[in-house]
């Protein structure tokens, strides 16, 4: 029989036994169980459904990194310049809003990465490289309009309409030649060169960033041993600009085999990994740098066989265990699919595969998803790139936290096909707008939630899924705008109509803000802008990012939720103990 809303608190324990999420509303259980509640729908309810929603706030479930969500930048983008962009003050601003996070500079292109020790490799050869039209950019800029930053000594610029829309033009040109390289399979090396390299460092140090760097793992000595002689050469000039970087070896090692025809297994990669790590140590500055990998795929049977033989030699030289997912083929998607909640459940399977396999070798050791996105062969315009491709990014950033995974990386924060945050005019898109609000309200600690209410029942033959996911977690201590203690919720509507969910036991009659994230203008689901509360997003007229405002509620009101819609809710002044300290 279903509870009225002057219930006691108590009484919601016992109306779902069983129904203690870590941090999803799901209408199944941890191992699996896909079946809809046993509750009778009562006469003259039709297709609604009423939820209470009551959370533990004495301990947390899971704590995770500062850092959690975090971004990566593909090597690509040495080759359609946009690297030298990096400084730019816009850039800068939008990458500092999701700080503080790590930047992972890595990609397919990774092994095919060079570095070399010169400032100026066109200067030196006496003509014009690739980039003829900003050659003298370096130049230019350092004698125009570059602007220091006194606080942190920063080089930030504001770049002329003119250069920028030449770069666009150059941009265009080598995406093509991107794209052809991706699907033949056939890659071309890349040099690195140190000014690229202090560029990257600048971008990353003014924005709050940890660049983790990945090192070429393709270089190979006649014995399938790894050649560290270009890393050393990388490693020493680093060291003598003291920069701050954690470092990597290698991208998805199972797909060497279709790179360049030539495998490596677990137990040589982990010796390789042992090799850097020994390297390390001999570079005073990075004796103590940390440490991550093997970045794998997708954990099929042979790429599990991999990591087995990796973690059996390396695992305890790594700091965090890697592997990276992609929910969707870019080249197929359609919008539809980022409202199919099979499509959202298949990262649980994943994780715990990677779990199994890293709690045999190395109880306790982090585990983090690098790379991960909403569709792989760089995404699709219009779609990985919209309001859409939201609901699996927030699902996705849920799940990991709820299942203790530490750290996840999203690719990309810049460039890099239709996966990005930030489009070619330095605009953001609807996921950097989830990200920030999920930066300035989410805090490390993971809550359980208790949800209980009317479910209606499946018809012959059919299963109802969840498409109504609730995770909770103590509000950031970074945000002051609330007091430590409170609690924020973040939702999941992937109903065509609204739901009602009833604060019950400690959240009850509580005073509650909202922010409600919806498709701005006539493309729906396809839209790239978005509307917080009603109000279009964008960056302010003088380049800062704009005061992120919520819709206060009556206390005790129940929340509405409308339909296909992200929303974040902070419950204020729950006192949780859970949430008063570190």
């Known amino acids: 029989m279903p509870c009225p809303s002057s219930c006691p ?5 016992l109306m779902a036994p069983g129904l203690a999420l870590m941090a999803t509303f799901s209408l199944s259980s941890q191992d699996g169980d896909r079946r809809a509640l046993p509750v009778e729908k009562p006469p003259g309810v039709k297709g609604r459904t009423l939820i209470l929603l009551d959370v533990n706030t004495k301990s947390p479930v899971r704590i995770i990194s500062e850092n959690f969500l975090s971004l990566q930048l593909d090597p690509s983008i040495i080759h359609d310049g946009w690297l030298d962009f990096l400084s730019s003050r816009r850039l800068v601003t ?3 809003g999701l700080a503080p996070a790590f930047l992972r500079f890595a990609g397919k292109r990774t092994d095919f990465l060079q570095f070399h020790n010169v400032k100026n490799p066109a200067k030196t050869r006496g003509g014009p490289g690739p980039d003829y039209y900003l050659k003298n950019y370096e130049d230019d800029i350092v004698r125009s309009d570059i602007a220091l930053d006194k ?12 250069m920028l829309e030449l770069q ?7 995406h093509l030649v991107l794209l052809k390289e991706q699907f033949s399979n056939t890659y071309s090396n890349l040099t690195l060169t140190a000014r690229s390299l202090d560029k990257l460092y600048n971008f990353a140090d003014c924005s709050g ?11 190979r000595n006649p014995n399938n041993s790894w050649n560290s002689s270009n890393a050393l050469s990388l490693l020493k000039y680093s060291a003598s600009k003291k920069y701050n970087i954690s470092w990597e070896l290698g991208n998805e090692p199972n797909n060497y085999r279709t ?4 495998s490596v297994n677990g137990s040589q990669l982990g010796k390789d990994y042992i090799q850097l790590r020994s390297l390390l140590q001999l570079i005073r500055t990075y004796s103590r740098a940390n440490l991550y990998g093997p970045n794998i795929g997708r954990p099929r049977k042979n790429v599990i066989a991999l990591l087995e033989g990796f973690m059996k030699v390396a695992g305890s030289t790594v700091d965090a265990v890697t592997w990276q997912h992609y929910y969707i083929d870019g080249r197929v998607a359609k919008v539809t699919d980022f409202l199919k909640t099979r499509l959202l459940d298949t990262l649980s399977d994943q994780i715990r595969k990677i779990q199994k396999v890293v709690n045999t070798y190395t109880p306790g050791k982090k585990i983090w998803l690098e790379g991960v996105g909403a569709t792989s062969a760089g995404g699709m315009n219009n779609l990985s790139d919209s309001y859409a491709a939201g609901f699996l990014w927030l699902n996705t950033l849920g799940l990991l936290a709820s299942q203790g995974i530490d750290v996840v990386v999203r690719q990309s ?3 890099h096909g239709h996966n990005h945050l930030v489009d070619q005019n330095f605009n953001p898109l609807p996921d950097y707008w989830l990200s920030l609000l999920y930066k300035r309200l989410i805090g ?10 009317l479910q209606r029942k499946p018809r012959p033959g059919r299963v109802i899924r969840d498409k109504l996911r609730i995770y909770a977690h103590c509000t950031s201590y970074h945000n002051h705008n609330y007091v430590r203690g409170s609690i924020t919720l973040y939702i999941i509507n992937l109903h065509r109509s609204r739901k009602k969910i009833k604060l019950a036991g400690t959240l009850r009659d509580k005073m509650v803000h909202q922010y409600l994230l919806q498709p701005y203008g006539k493309d729906g689901l396809h839209s790239k802008s978005v509307q917080l509360n009603g109000q279009p997003l964008a960056m302010v007229d003088d380049g800062t990012l704009p005061e992120l405002k919520p819709r206060p509620l009556r206390a005790g009101r129940t929340l509405v939720i409308p339909p296909l819609t992200m929303s974040f809710y902070v419950v204020k002044n729950v006192n949780a103990l859970a949430c008063r300290y570190r």
């Open 9 to 13: 608190p108590g009484l919601l324990a």
């Open 94 to 96: 939008l990458a500092r």
């Open 151 to 162: 606080q942190k000594g920063c080089k930030i610029a504001q770049h002329p309409d003119i």
């Open 168 to 174: 666009r033009e150059k941009a265009a040109q080598m």
């Open 209 to 219: 960033l940890h660049l983790i760097f990945a090192l070429n793992a393709l270089r």
């Open 259 to 262: 790179l360049i025809g030539r």
């Open 413 to 415: 924060f810049l460039d």
């Open 444 to 453: 490390p600690k993971v809550l359980a939630i208790h949800v209980a209410g």
